[in-house]
C-alpha cells in the first residue's frame, strides 16, 4: 500500500494512506520528502515549505492559510492551517463572485 | 415489497432500468407506502402506534413540529408534510390530527388526492381520544395496505430515479474513495436523463465555484453563491466562527482540518460534469433532469429529509466514520471507502468502496457496483438502514418555537 497520496499535480500537501513516522523517505515523482513528525493516517503532509498566510493546495484548489512557517515533511492539520470561510469571527466575508455567464434569461417567475 | 431482480435487466432499448410503481401523476415510487402523517407533535404517538399495526405497509412520520412556529417555519413544516404526502414512494396517506394545531389536516390529505392518491383524516379530538383514534386509524390504514398490495412494480427507464446524494461522518476517504465513486454514478445518471440532488449548502463552501461553473443558466449560479453567501453572513451576524461546527470533532480527528477541504471532497458526489440544472429550496420539488442543489443544512437527517420531499425516491450515503441513519419513506444506501468502518459497522454499512484506497479496485469498477446497487434498491431491495428500522425524520426550522 503507498504510504500518501497526491491528488493533483497543484497540491502542496499528500494524504497520509497509513501512519508516518519522523524520518521516513517519500519518494514521490522527480521529488523526495524527509517526514520531520509523526503523520496520523488520513492527515496531511507538506510537500514543500508553506509559508505563513501562504494557501494549503488540496485538491487542486485553496484549503486555508497557513497560520505559521509549515517546512516541508510537517504535519499541516488545525495547529497551522485555517479556513478562510464562514469565520464570523474575522469579520465581513468575501463578496460574492460574479455570475460566470452573461446575464440570465430567467424561465421561472418570481425567482 | 421484497422484489430483488438481477440489476442488470435492461429495457428493450438496452438502457439500464429498475422495477417501480407507476403512480397516477405519471411518477415512479420505488417503495409502496401507507404514509401516517401526524400534523403535529401532539398526534405523532398516535400516527406512529398506527403505522406499526400495519407492518406490511405502514409508514409514520413523526416529527417536533406542527404548532407554535412562527411564519416561514410554518410554511417549511407544511410544504415538507404536503411533499411526502405527494411523494410517489406512498401509495395512501392517513392524516392523524389532534384538532387545535396549525397544521391543516386537510390540506394534507387535498395534496395525496391531487396526486392520484387515497386519503383520509382522523383527528385525536373529534374521534374522543388515543384510544379511539389509534383503533379507527388502524382500520383505515389497514383498508388502505390491502389495496396497495395489489399494486405491482413495473419496469422504468433509469431517467424516472431523482437520487439524492448525501454524505455524512466524513473523513479523509471519503474524499478519496467514496464521494468520487458517488460522482461517476452522479455522472453516469445525469447522461442517462437522470436527476440526482446535492444539499448542504455549508459542504458546497469552498468548492462552489466548481459546481457554479457547470451551471446552465447564470440565475442558477447566482442563486448558488447567493445562499453560500447567505450561510457565511448569518455566521458573521452571529459573530460566531463555524469552524466549531464544520468540520465536525469527528471530521478534524479523521484528518480533515478545514471546511474548504471538505467541501471540495464532498462535493465529488456531484459529479465532475452533470450540469447544474436548478437551485431550489428546502424539500420544494425537484422539477428538472440534470444536477440540482436544495439549500438544506448539514444536518444529515435533516438534509436527507428535505432531499426526499424534493421527489428523490433513493437515497445515497457515502460516510466515513460510519453513521446509522434512514428515512421513512426512502431507502438510504450506506456506501463507505473506509475498511475498518466497514467491518466495525458491518451491519450498517451496504456497499464497502475500501478497496480503492489500497488500489485492488477502480474508481470505475466500484461505481458500477454502486450504480447496480441503487438499480436493486429502487426495485426493491432492502438497505441496511430499512432492515434495522432507521426512520430518521427532522424538518428543518431556523426559528424559536413561540
Known sequence: MKFVLVISDRDNVATALQTLEPGRQLELGSTAVAVREAVPSGHKIALRAIHTGEPVIKYGCPIGLATAEIPAGAHVHTHNLASTRGRGDLGPAAPAAEPRLAEPVDERNGR | ?402
Do not use: W
Not at chain 2, 464521494?179 to 440532488?197: F, Q
Not at chain 2, 444536518?299 to 421513512?328: C, H, I, K, R, Y
Open chain 2, 1 to 402: 415489497m421484497a422484489a430483488d431482480p438481477s440489476a442488470v435487466d435492461l429495457l428493450s432499448s438496452g438502457r439500464p432500468s429498475f422495477l417501480g410503481y407507476r403512480r397516477p401523476d405519471g411518477r415512479i415510487g420505488t417503495r409502496n407506502y401507507v404514509l401516517v402523517v401526524p400534523t403535529v407533535i401532539c398526534s405523532s404517538v398516535v400516527a406512529e402506534r398506527i403505522a406499526a399495526a400495519v407492518p406490511s405497509h405502514g409508514a409514520a412520520l413523526p416529527h417536533l413540529a406542527g404548532c407554535g412556529q412562527l411564519g416561514p417555519d410554518m410554511r417549511v413544516t407544511h410544504e415538507t408534510l404536503g411533499a411526502y404526502c405527494a411523494h410517489p414512494n406512498v401509495g395512501a396517506v392517513l392524516v392523524v390530527a389532534l384538532g387545535c394545531e396549525q397544521v391543516v389536516a386537510q390540506m394534507l390529505a387535498e395534496m395525496a388526492k391531487r396526486h392520484g392518491k387515497p386519503a383520509d383524516i382522523v383527528a385525536i379530538q373529534s374521534e374522543g381520544g388515543t384510544i379511539k383514534a389509534t383503533e379507527k386509524g388502524i382500520r383505515i390504514a389497514s383498508g388502505f395496505a390491502e389495496r396497495l398490495a395489489a399494486d405491482a412494480r413495473e419496469r422504468c427507464d433509469v431517467s424516472e430515479l431523482v437520487l439524492s446524494l448525501k454524505c455524512g461522518g466524513s473523513d479523509y476517504t471519503s474524499g478519496l474513495a467514496s464521494n468520487p465513486t458517488l460522482g461517476r454514478v452522479t455522472d453516469r445518471l445525469v447522461d442517462l436523463g437522470g436527476t440526482a440532488v446535492l444539499g448542504e449548502i455549508a459542504e458546497i463552501m469552498g468548492a462552489e465555484h466548481l459546481l457554479a461553473s457547470r451551471a446552465t443558466r447564470p440565475s442558477t449560479a447566482t442563486e448558488l453563491i447567493q445562499i453560500i453567501t447567505r450561510v457565511e453572513t448569518e455566521a458573521r451576524a452571529l459573530g460566531l466562527d463555524i469552524r466549531g461546527t464544520q468540520p465536525s470533532p469527528g471530521n478534524i480527528r479523521g484528518g480533515l482540518t478545514t471546511i474548504e477541504e471538505k467541501s471540495l471532497g464532498a462535493t465529488h458526489k456531484g459529479g465532475e460534469r452533470a450540469p447544474l440544472e436548478d437551485v431550489v429550496g428546502y424539500a420544494a420539488p425537484i422539477t428538472r433532469k440534470g444536477l440540482t442543489v436544495m439549500d438544506t443544512p448539514g444536518l444529515d437527517v435533516e438534509s436527507v429529509t428535505g432531499m426526499v420531499g424534493g421527489g428523490a425516491q433513493v437515497v445515497v450515503f457515502t460516510t466515513g466514520l460510519g453513521t446509522p441513519t434512514g428515512n421513512p419513506i426512502a431507502p438510504v444506501i450506506k456506501v463507505t471507502g473506509n475498511a475498518r468502518t466497514a467491518r466495525q459497522m458491518a451491519d450498517n454499512i451496504d456497499l464497502d468502496v475500501s478497496g480503492i484506497m489500497d488500489d485492488s479496485e477502480t474508481l470505475d469498477a466500484a461505481a458500477d457496483r454502486l450504480f447496480e446497487e441503487v438499480l436493486a434498491v429502487a426495485s426493491g431491495r432492502q438497505t441496511s438502514a430499512e432492515r434495522l428500522g432507521h426512520r430518521e425524520f427532522a424538518i428543518h426550522r431556523r426559528n424559536p418555537t413561540i
